[in-house]
Nanobody, 120 residues
Framework: QVQLVESGGGLVQPGGSLRLSCAASGFAFSLYAMTWYRQAPGKGRDLVATITCTGGSTHYADSVKGRFTISRDNTKNTVYLQMNGLKPEDTAVYYC?????????????WGQGTQVTVSS
């Protein structure tokens, strides 16, 4: 059974930090690029950061460059999002996504999301 379980969300003051985790199971994690998306109330789902299978390359949305860092540990089947300098506009539900090719097929998996609220 494929699972992506996000954790680490919560309420934080502006300027604060949070570290999100996404624990994967049920598929070959090291074969998948991992991406964090977020969706604010009333808005679409936007890409935040992505990391390649080996972790050798990353990409960030302009709005989070220099503040957020994506990383992964393929020994723990987990991807992380370190968020520093949080702003109210970072408030959203954050989702973990896995995209890759395994066993001759292409697969796209999503987690259930974790709420991040930045407010004083």
């Amino acid at each position: 059974q494929v699972q992506l379980v996000e954790s680490g969300g919560g309420l934080v003051q502006p300027g604060g930090s949070l570290r999100l985790s996404c624990a994967a199971s049920g598929f070959a994690f090291s074969l998948y690029a991992m991406t964090w998306y977020r969706q604010a109330p009333g808005k679409g789902r936007d890409l935040v950061a992505t990391i390649t299978c080996t972790g050798g390359s990353t990409h960030y949305a302009d709005s989070v460059k220099g503040r957020f860092t994506i990383s992964r540990d393929n020994t723990k089947n987990t991807v992380y999002l370190q968020m520093n300098g949080l702003k109210p506009e970072d408030t959203a539900v954050y989702y973990c996504n896995a995209l890759g090719v395994e066993g001759g097929g292409a697969y796209d998996y999503w987690g259930q999301g974790t709420q991040v609220t930045v407010s004083s």
